[in-house]
C-alpha cells in the first residue's frame, strides 16, 4: 500500500513537470517574440497644432495626465476652427449637430454627429466648422503615445 502511495505522489508532481516543459518548448512555426509596435506613426509634436491651442476659444481643457488630454469643445453654428493635428482620440457626442471637417488636403466632407455617438479616429489633420443650426458639444480624448 505504501509503494502505491509514494509512486502516486511521484507521478502527480511528475506529470506537472512534464506539462511545464512540453510548453515551453518553441515552435517551429510561432513567431519569436518581438518588441510591440503600433500600426500607425505618430505626427511630430508640434504645439502649434496641438487642439487644446488651436481651439481654444471653444474649448475646457478638463484633464491632462498619463499622456491623455480629456477636454469639452463648444461650437455655435457658424463657429470654425482653424487647421490641427490629433493623435489617436476618442470622440463622445455629448449634443449633436452637422459639421463640415476638411483635411489636410483641404477634401471636404459632411459629417452629421448624432448624440450618444462615440467614435475612435487614428491619428488625422483638419479643420471644420459648424455648419448646423443647433450648438455641437463633443468631449474628447487626445492620446498622445511616448514620442522618440
Avoid: W
Wanted: net charge negative.
Amino acid at each position: 500500500m505504501k509503494k502505491k502511495t509514494n509512486a502516486s505522489i511521484f507521478l502527480a508532481l511528475l506529470i506537472p513537470f512534464f506539462l511545464i516543459a512540453c510548453n515551453n518548448e518553441k515552435k517551429a512555426d510561432e513567431p519569436e517574440a518581438t518588441e510591440a509596435t503600433t500600426t500607425t506613426a505618430m505626427p511630430v509634436y508640434d504645439p502649434a497644432m496641438d487642439p487644446v491651442n488651436v481651439e481654444a476659444p471653444f474649448l475646457t481643457l478638463h484633464k491632462d495626465t498619463l499622456g491623455i488630454k480629456l477636454y469639452e469643445v463648444a461650437l455655435q453654428p457658424g463657429d470654425s476652427v482653424g487647421l490641427h493635428t490629433h493623435p489617436d482620440y476618442v470622440l463622445y457626442v455629448l449634443q449633436g449637430g452637422t459639421a463640415r471637417l476638411y483635411s489636410k488636403d483641404g477634401t471636404a466632407q459632411v459629417a452629421e454627429l448624432p448624440t450618444g455617438a462615440a467614435i475612435v479616429i487614428p491619428t488625422e489633420t483638419h479643420s471644420g466648422i459648424n455648419m448646423g443650426t443647433t450648438t455641437i458639444k463633443l468631449l474628447v480624448a487626445d492620446i498622445y503615445r511616448p514620442r522618440s
